[in-house]
């Protein structure tokens, strides 16, 4: 599966943004779904994922109730709304996408060498 990340920006504190990962090659529907994110010098962080069905989602404690995850299989994309963006969330962010073998595929969410497929990030910047 193909993964292509978009959305990204300069923003100021306090405001939203939507990024996009639209998939191609796979139907997204088989796929645990997450968004990571990176920031200079500092280690890739899991922000978000979500379910095959879309019908589960988990979010990283610095993002919890300012982000959503949304999977849309029909247009075959994945969303990430973030709002009350704060100057630590500026950061190179990340879609990836992992096959569902088995539900130790959810189980291990939130760490990064359980996808198989990264897109390019996308940078988003906040403002204070």
């Known amino acids: 599966v193909q993964l292509q990340a978009s959305g990204g920006g300069l923003v100021q504190a306090g405001g939203s943004l939507r990024l996009s990962c639209a998939a191609s090659?796979?139907?997204?529907?088989?796929?645990?779904m997450a968004w990571f994110r990176q920031a200079p010098g500092k280690e890739r962080e899991f922000v978000a994922a979500?379910?095959?069905?879309?019908?589960?989602?988990a979010y990283g404690d610095s993002v919890k109730g300012r982000c959503g995850i949304a999977k849309d299989v029909a247009r075959n994309t994945v969303y990430l709304q973030m709002s009350n963006l704060k100057s630590a969330d500026t950061a190179d962010y990340y879609c990836?996408?992992?096959?569902?073998?088995?539900?130790?595929?959810?189980?291990?969410?939130?760490?990064?060498?359980?996808?198989?497929?990264w897109g390019q990030g996308t940078q988003v910047t906040v403002s204070s």
């Open positions: 090659g796979r139907t997204l529907s088989s796929y645990v």
């Open positions: 979500v379910s095959t069905s879309g019908g589960i989602t």
């Open positions: 990836a996408a992992a096959f569902y073998e088995n539900g130790r595929v959810w189980s291990l969410r939130t760490q990064w060498s359980n996808y198989n497929y």
